[in-house]
């Protein structure tokens, strides 16, 4: 007798389950289809050079990577690497933009373009370490850490020491001879630090080296007085006058002749 209202009870619990069911299926997120699915190598590549054009770099980024992935000895697979390292430098992405330019190098060592990929390396080093050509407003760039604009400076001594015709070769000479005062500035600014912590032996051997492996820049001048300065605080008189010496041969006009090394901003200390 209660078979009959069971059996409705289950269908109308089945239909319920099932518009449940359907309604579910709704709120999951669509299978979005690949928009490359059938894209020619040359399809993808000019996908990507109009999207790094209008300046869509994490778009271009992603047509080379496809592109490279679908056609790894294609025609268009050697360029894409290239251009992946400049989209990852115009994107400001540093890191990436060096591993491209790096992976590009290893993989085409004989490439005609191979010039251009150490010139991209060396740009990825220099903007991320030191802003834009031409110096900072903000920050000094010889108080950041040195060791991009080493890199950058030995990406560019590589191309214009191996491609010297190259048409990138005088932006890299002239970048080198910026990135060389910015770090011989680095490390008169580290011998002060040491000097105002009284470490004046590390403080003396952090300016002669200054002096050593930058001998052309401006920053010479003040390593030569931090010298002269730490030698007279460890009563090394011979090495004191030796330095003050060079300084006042080279630079007969400078001002640390008559006015001590400020050591960030502290008070002038004096020579002997």
């Known amino acids: 007798m209660n078979s009959r209202p069971t059996s ?5 619990a089945v239909a319920a389950l099932a518009s449940l069911l359907l309604n579910g299926c709704s709120l999951l997120p669509k299978y979005n289809a690949d928009e490359t699915a059938g894209w020619s190598a040359q ?3 000019s996908e990507a050079k109009s999207n790094l054009a209008d300046g869509n770099y994490q778009k271009a980024i992603q047509y080379f990577e496809t592109l490279e992935g679908r056609y790894p000895y294609g025609p268009y697979a050697e360029q894409a690497q290239l251009d992946m390292a400049y989209a990852y430098w115009k994107d400001e992405e540093p890191a990436s933009a060096v591993a491209a ?3 590009f190098i290893r993989l085409h060592p004989s490439s005609p373009y191979v010039d251009y990929a150490y010139y991209l390396k060396g740009l990825a080093n220099f903007n991320g ?10 920050q ?5 850490d040195p060791r991009a604009a080493r890199e950058s400076f030995e990406a560019f001594k590589e191309l214009v020491t191996r491609f010297p015709k190259s048409k990138y070769a005088p932006d890299a000479l002239a970048r080198m001879k910026y990135l060389v005062n910015v770090l011989a500035m680095s490390d008169v600014n580290i011998a002060k630090y040491y000097y105002t912590r009284k470490a004046y032996v590390a403080a003396a051997n952090r300016a002669k080296a200054a002096v050593e492996d930058y001998p052309q820049t401006t920053a010479r001048e003040e390593a030569l007085a931090i010298m002269a300065e730490s030698y007279g605080k460890l009563g090394i008189t011979q090495l ?3 330095a003050y010496a060079v300084l006042k041969l080279n630079y007969p006009n400078s001002p640390y002749l008559t006015h001590p090394v400020n050591m960030s901003g502290r008070p002038w200390y004096q020579f002997w």
């Open 101 to 103: 330019a790096d992976r």
């Open 240 to 242: 004191r006058d030796d």
């Open 8 to 12: 409705g009870l289950r269908i109308i």
């Open 43 to 45: 399809k993808l590549y």
């Open 129 to 138: 370490t030191v802003g834009l050509f031409g110096g900072m407003i903000e």
């Open 140 to 144: 000094n760039p010889s108080l950041r």
